[in-house]
Nanobody
Framework: QVQLVESGGGLVQPWGSLRLSCAAS????????IHWYRQAPGNQRELVATITGGGYTNYADSVKGRVTISRDNAKNAVYLQMNSLKPEDTAVYYC???????????WGQGTQVTVSS
């Protein structure tokens, strides 16, 4: 069965860095685009970054230049390196994949990122 497990969140001071990880299983990982979303309290879930199966990347304007998404197909893992963190980056961060042959969206349980002094 498809599973996504995020890790790496925590409390960090402004201008600090965090590296989030997403461990995937249950599907042919290298074939699928993987997304990172985030949701702050009272806000809608928003797309942060995408990496295609071929390694092409795309970022939300709010994080461009501060965030890097990467993947290791041998480890079935996706990473989100976040630098120069701001208080407005505080949110629960989710890993996401849409499995086409199942016609279904899958989410991890999320990992909390809190940016505060």
């Amino acid at each position: 069965q498809v599973q996504l497990v995020e890790s790496g969140g925590g409390l960090v001071q402004p201008w600090g860095s965090l590296r989030l990880s997403c461990a995937a299983s249950g599907f042919i990982f290298s074939l699928y685009d993987i997304h990172w979303y985030r949701q702050a309290p009272g806000n809608q879930r928003e797309l942060v970054a995408t990496i295609t199966g071929g390694g092409y990347t795309n970022y939300a304007d709010s994080v461009k230049g501060r965030v890097t998404i990467s993947r290791d197909n041998a480890k079935n893992a996706v990473y989100l390196q976040m630098n120069s963190l701001k208080p407005e980056d505080t949110a629960v961060y989710y890993c996401n994949v849409y499995i086409t042959y199942l016609h279904r969206n899958y989410w991890g349980q999320g990992t909390q990122v809190t940016v505060s002094s």
